[in-house]
């Protein structure tokens, strides 16, 4: 049977079964040999009975010592019991309207038990064990697969035994020069290995193999992925306004800025395309840097655009920009889903006819019909709220251009490898001169009223604030929740009535939060009661009071981003997370430390990178076996041998690797085709 062929055609498998199979993602055969356990049963420790503890799983090697026999105790409910014995003790077992797993037990055989004793004395019992005759017990290792309504993992481990028998050659995608050099079993091997493990070494080695392709091949991808961008492009600077650009700045550039800036113009001013993310804890200065290379751009005669991922974060953009901007020759404009038709119009007419110099937008950037005349820079800010496609759609509006891609979401480098395996990389370390570090502190809802009256002592000194609460309105997701629309009202007539008080989130029009927004900066709003539509995108120095409510409800990232609001100004600055949940170690974490990195780390060890960063968001194929928080060395492992072999054959084009290709293809599918 050939690997790829449909699931439905495996002995025991008929439409039913396929369309249980598929709820798992098992369509095809690789698919169910490649369906690895989650976890295994250990049936190797077997202990006497009269040594078994009750109500742990135990594994007991005994003969059955009598036929069974059937209780009927009530209508719906019949027991089958009988006796087994290791020749020392007696232990009774029982089966709960199971006929079947009782009959298939045979008098004066011997099994092998796995399950949970209950009972007392003489009066302890084996109920509904799983059991194997003693001959076909192997090594002690079961897998123990996901299961899911009708198809449970004893019935996928058969399947997964049927499979096996009836499979067809496994093509092994990694070379055996690969395979030799970092002593990698066969692939079939690996499979058979990790789904029956002879042993606990065996297994470990089976996994290694498996990790090891998975990284190889996202790496080799990646990297594939950055050599295409490495062809040439028609958008070359070759002039460097950074000087004239620094003049217009009301501030002074960072060393790491600076840094930032040249390696940027020095890529740019090459015949192949930028391909750059510049990475930097929030308030760093990111936005300077694109400002820089916009400006340059410009200059230059060439286009550019940024994309960002919500439309209050687009709007802060261009009001920046467009202060940044008054008195330099960039032509600037804001497209997002909310521009009224007629503006969207001129905008699109004005980049097709190359009269717009630069465009801050949303998704709406990367329509059909939005063309470029000669975009030069295209500019992706929180890169990871887009997937590698997205950013995809707003380079091809270009001939190659440049691409810069931004990223306040510190991670670690090895990670950075995976996640951003495609992009040259740029840090700022540095922080602009006169931000303050901010002093967070936890507390439980019995302290709320003391905290909002720290606002308000804020409120009346003049300054501004924030409060921040997980949902738009009650009912979203339980009545335990705070929800801005009610606190907002409470606040507005309640605690803080006399003071102005304004109302931000998600599902407001985009009319509505532009004005609270402009309201809020120009200081006519003291206190902007919010859900995280705040996270990026507010700058306004003035505001230097925080308090998030549900704080336990937030990734430490996101609450790092949320407090990133505060701090933006020369004024020392609070940030106030309450939450009752039991457990607020975690939360700890954000009142000891600002450094964004340290935080990052704990919230990727805490919540893993899938959670972190969204399988959707990060746009990288899945991983099934490979775990980017653990398999650090593998990383750094594969990510050598991708380098190596790409350098002496760029396009696997020698027949060796044609399997390996066809695997990168299948990985990637749409975001590479490597022909």
């Known amino acids: 049977m050939e690997l790829n062929a449909d699931i439905q055609?495996?002995?025991?498998?008929?439409?039913?079964?396929?369309?249980?199979?598929?709820?798992?993602?098992?369509?095809?055969?690789?698919?169910?040999?490649?369906?690895?356990?989650?976890?295994?049963?250990?049936?190797?420790?077997?202990?006497?009975?009269?040594?078994?503890?009750?109500?742990?799983?135990?594994?007991?090697?005994?003969?059955?010592?009598?036929?069974?026999?059937?209780?009927?105790?009530?209508?719906?409910?019949?027991?089958?019991?009988?006796?087994?014995?290791?020749?020392?003790?007696?232990?009774?077992?029982?089966?709960?309207?199971?006929?079947?797993?009782?009959?298939?037990?045979?008098?004066?055989?011997?099994?092998?038990?796995?399950?949970?004793?209950?009972?007392?004395?003489?009066?302890?019992?084996?109920?509904?064990?799983?059991?194997?005759?003693?001959?076909?017990?192997?090594?002690?290792?079961?897998?123990?697969?996901?299961?899911?309504?009708?198809?449970?993992?004893?019935?996928?481990?058969?399947?997964?035994?049927?499979?096996?028998?009836?499979?067809?050659?496994?093509?092994?995608?990694?070379?055996?020069?690969?395979?030799?050099?970092?002593?990698?079993?066969?692939?079939?091997?690996?499979?058979?290995?990790?789904?029956?493990?002879?042993?606990?070494?065996?297994?470990?080695?089976?996994?290694?193999?498996?990790?090891?392709?998975?990284?190889?091949?996202?790496?080799?991808?990646?990297?594939?992925?950055?050599?295409?961008?490495?062809?040439?492009?028609?958008?070359?600077?070759?002039?460097?306004?950074?000087?004239?650009?620094?003049?217009?700045?009301?501030?002074?550039?960072?060393?790491?800025?600076?840094?930032?800036?040249?390696?940027?113009?020095?890529?740019?001013?090459?015949?192949?395309?930028?391909?750059?993310?510049?990475?930097?804890?929030?308030?760093?200065?990111?936005?300077?840097?694109?400002?820089?290379?916009?400006?340059?751009?410009?200059?230059?005669?060439?286009?550019?655009?940024?994309?960002?991922?919500?439309?209050?974060?687009?709007?802060?953009?261009?009001?920046?920009?467009s202060a940044l901007f008054a008195d330099a020759p960039v032509r600037s404009a804001l497209l997002t889903g909310a521009t009224p038709a007629a503006e969207k119009k001129r905008i699109k007419a004005a980049l097709a006819a190359g009269t717009l110099d630069f465009v801050v937008g949303t998704h709406a950037l990367i329509q059909k019909d939005v063309q470029f005349a000669s975009l030069a820079l295209a500019v992706t800010d929180e890169q990871h709220r887009f997937g590698v496609h997205q950013r995809g759609l707003l380079s091809a509006k270009g001939d190659s251009p440049h691409t810069l891609v931004m990223s306040a979401t510190p991670i670690p480098r090895t990670l950075a490898l995976i996640i951003y395996g495609d992009l040259d990389l740029s840090i700022l370390d540095e922080m602009p001169r006169g931000r303050q570090p901010v002093a967070t502190y936890l507390i439980d809802s019995d302290k709320r009223e003391r905290a909002y009256g720290y606002v308000k002592k804020h409120l009346i000194e003049g300054r501004q604030g924030y409060i921040v609460c997980p949902l738009v309105e009650e009912g979203e997701e339980g009545d335990t929740l705070a929800a801005a629309q009610e606190v907002y009202a409470s606040l507005a007539e309640g605690f803080f009535r006399g003071f102005r008080v304004g109302l931000l989130h998600g599902k407001m029009k985009s009319a509505e939060k532009k004005d609270v927004m402009e309201r809020f900066a120009a200081g006519e709003v003291q206190l902007l009661v919010a859900t995280t539509v705040i996270e990026v995108g507010i700058d306004v120095p003035n505001a230097v009071i925080m308090v998030i409510e549900n704080a336990e409800r937030f990734g430490l990232s996101q609450l790092h981003q949320l407090r990133g609001r505060i701090g933006r100004g020369s004024e020392k600055s609070t940030c106030i997370l309450i939450s009752d949940h039991s457990d607020t170690e975690r939360l700890q974490i954000m009142t000891e430390t600002g450094d964004g990195f340290r935080i990052a780390d704990a919230d990727l060890k805490l919540r893993g990178p899938g959670d972190f960063f969204g399988a959707r968001q990060h746009g990288l194929p899945a991983l099934k076996v490979a775990n980017m928080m653990t398999d650090g060395a593998v990383i750094r492992e594969t990510y050598a041998a991708a380098e190596a072999l790409l350098k002496k054959d760029p396009a696997l084009a020698d027949a060796q690797y044609a399997p390996l290709r066809q695997a990168v293809n299948a990985m990637f599918s749409a975001q590479l085709a490597m022909n």
């Open 9 to 321: 055609y495996l002995k025991g498998v008929g439409a039913r079964r396929a369309a249980q199979l598929a709820k798992l993602g098992i369509r095809t055969l690789r698919d169910l040999l490649t369906f690895y356990p989650r976890t295994y049963e250990d049936w190797r420790r077997i202990l006497p009975i009269a040594q078994a503890p009750n109500d742990t799983t135990v594994c007991i090697r005994a003969m059955v010592g009598s036929p069974c026999r059937e209780h009927r105790i009530r209508k719906g409910m019949t027991l089958y019991k009988t006796e087994i014995t290791d020749g020392e003790s007696l232990l009774e077992v029982t089966f709960f309207n199971s006929k079947y797993a009782a009959e298939k037990l045979e008098q004066g055989k011997e099994y092998l038990f796995f399950g949970r004793i209950t009972g007392k004395g003489y009066y302890r019992s084996l109920n509904s064990p799983e059991y194997v005759p003693v001959e076909q017990a192997g090594d002690g290792l079961r897998p123990i697969y996901p299961q899911t309504e009708g198809l449970n993992s004893r019935a996928i481990e058969k399947l997964v035994r049927q499979g096996f028998a009836v499979c067809g050659e496994v093509q092994d995608p990694l070379p055996e020069e690969i395979r030799t050099a970092y002593c990698l079993m066969p692939l079939r091997t690996a499979w058979e290995t990790i789904h029956f493990p002879p042993g606990e070494d065996l297994l470990s080695e089976a996994r290694r193999r498996l990790i090891f392709e998975e990284l190889f091949l996202l790496e080799l991808g990646l990297l594939r992925l950055k050599s295409k961008a490495r062809r040439s492009t028609g958008v070359v600077l070759t002039r460097d306004e950074t000087a004239a650009f620094q003049s217009l700045l009301p501030f002074t550039l960072t060393g790491a800025q600076q840094r930032a800036i040249a390696d940027c113009t020095a890529d740019m001013m090459r015949p192949v395309p930028m391909n750059r993310l510049l990475q930097g804890d929030v308030g760093s200065g990111k936005t300077a840097v694109a400002a820089a290379l916009i400006y340059n751009c410009a200059c230059n005669g060439f286009q550019s655009a940024l994309m960002a991922p919500t439309e209050v974060l687009a709007m802060q953009h261009f009001k920046t920009f």
